[in-house]
T-cell receptor, first 109, second 113 residues
Framework: GESVGLHLPTLSVQEGDNSIINCAYS??????FIWYKQESGKGPQFIID?????DKRQGQRVTVLLNKTVKHLSLQIAATQPGDSAVYFC????????FGAGTILRVKS | DAGVIQSPRHEVTEMGQEVTLRCKPI?????LFWYRQTMMRGLELLIY????????DSGMPEDRFSAKMPNASFSTLKIQPSEPRDSAVYFC???????????FGQGTRLTVV
């Protein structure tokens, strides 16, 4: 029979292009917003976080943007590589760590 | 450090049986989380411990689920009796004091038949 599950959005990008993954969050009281990456068969792995009083933070090849007005979080990956292919989750840290639904990133060589 | 260690990696059990999942957090970490991941519901927080004390268990589905953390280096998640709808990948994660970086184990893939 047909399986019903979460329909994760998928982003397909060409190797070398920049990727932008978006997330809408719900809890305005969260202290931190965080991005995790999950590769097939593994647990999620921390990428970068941003404190709620900031609007931008840069890491190595990644940038996180926070727009509290519209409760929107984005992850930008520069020069996307095949190894970036994974499911990306945004997460909120208020009094506990809660994850969003995830976005699949596929990198075409 | 070997990271967060979960056991077993795979578990297949019959409906009605008791299942115990185990987790060894990273030494020195004081927060421990149990998550369940399914296609239907994504990554759900089941319970969160801080300094071995359960802080939030609002995600525990029902009384069949219980979790303990008897000391800083060990936690268990028990399902009794297990049901087919409990089939999922269960993750344990730990983080240090004041850190937002949670380190995840490899997960336990549970199949209840």
């Amino acid at each position: 029979g047909e399986s019903v599950g979460l329909h994760l959005p998928t982003l397909s990008v060409q190797e070398g292009d920049n990727s932008i993954i978006n997330c809408a969050y719900s809890n305005s009281a969260s202290d931190y917003f965080i991005w995790y990456k999950q590769e097939s068969g593994k647990g999620p792995q921390f990428i970068i976080d941003i404190r709620s009083n900031m609007d931008k933070r840069q890491g190595q090849r990644v940038t996180v943007l926070l727009n509290k007005t519209v409760k929107h979080l984005s992850l930008q990956i520069a020069a996307t590589q095949p190894g970036d292919s994974a499911v990306y989750f945004c997460a909120e840290w208020g009094n506990k760590l809660v994850f969003g639904a995830g976005t699949i990133l596929r990198v075409k060589s | 450090d070997a990271g967060v260690i979960q056991s077993p990696r795979h578990e297949v059990t019959e409906m009605g049986q008791e299942v115990t999942l185990r987790c060894k957090p990273i030494s020195g970490h004081n927060s421990l989380f149990w998550y369940r991941q399914t296609m239907m519901r994504g990554l759900e927080l089941l319970i969160y411990f801080n300094n071995n004390v359960p802080i939030d268990d609002s995600g525990m589905p029902e009384d069949r689920f219980s979790a303990k953390m008897p000391n800083a280096s060990f936690s268990t998640l028990k399902i009794q009796p297990s049901e087919p709808r409990d089939s999922a990948v269960y993750f344990c994660a730990s983080s240090g004091q004041g850190s937002t970086e949670a380190f995840f184990g490899q997960g336990t893939r549970l199949t209840v038949v």
